[in-house]
């Protein structure tokens, strides 16, 4: 597979073991195909979700993250977004109908990610719309299993 030239990196990497959990930041995470990332609530099976509305991985972009602070008011703690990768550099709506590596993992992007009230109960007031719309980050499947570290390159695949 070849790059399509659109690059950004995984700044920050989040598991919750259940669902509620703190998140709990790694330095890297193996992703297991078709389930998500090891020991996080939604490969486990045992998220808020599950059963309902997964998603094997939530990626979100930094740089909205800074927005929310500035627009909202809201400082976004470590994990408070509830989502799996925090990523730099590339707007993951480019993503739709893309396939996409990070380090030696490959996923597929599946859809937009908007935050539920649930995110609200377990954070601050405020959350749910700060994390509204395009701000709440995509979802994406796991096509090929492998290892995410930090500061691990994402690239845009073509067939």
């Not at 996080?40 to 509305?53: E, H, I, K, L």
């Not at 993951?92 to 030696?104: C, S």
């Not at 959350?127 to 096509?143: N, S």
Request: glycine fraction near 14%.
């Amino acid at each position: 597979m070849l790059s399509l030239g659109m690059e950004g990196t995984a700044e920050h990497i989040y598991i919750a073991p259940h669902g509620g959990d703190p998140m709990q930041e790694l330095a890297s995470v193996e992703a297991l195909e078709g389930r998500g990332l090891q020991g996080d609530r939604y490969a486990n099976q045992t998220g808020y979700w599950s059963g309902v509305d997964e998603c094997e991985v939530t990626l979100i972009e930094s740089e909205i993250l800074g927005c929310i602070a500035e627009d909202a008011g809201l400082a976004v703690a470590a994990g408070e977004h509830r989502r799996n990768l925090v990523t730099r550099g590339i707007r993951l709506a480019q993503l739709l109908g893309k396939r996409f590596r990070i380090g030696t993992a490959v996923l597929e992007y599946d859809r937009p990610r908007p935050p539920c009230p649930h995110i609200q109960t377990l954070t601050q007031e405020g959350m749910t719309r700060a994390l509204f719309g395009q701000r709440g980050g995509i979802g994406a499947r796991i096509v090929k299993s492998g290892r995410i570290q930090l500061h691990d390159t994402i690239m845009v695949l073509a067939d």
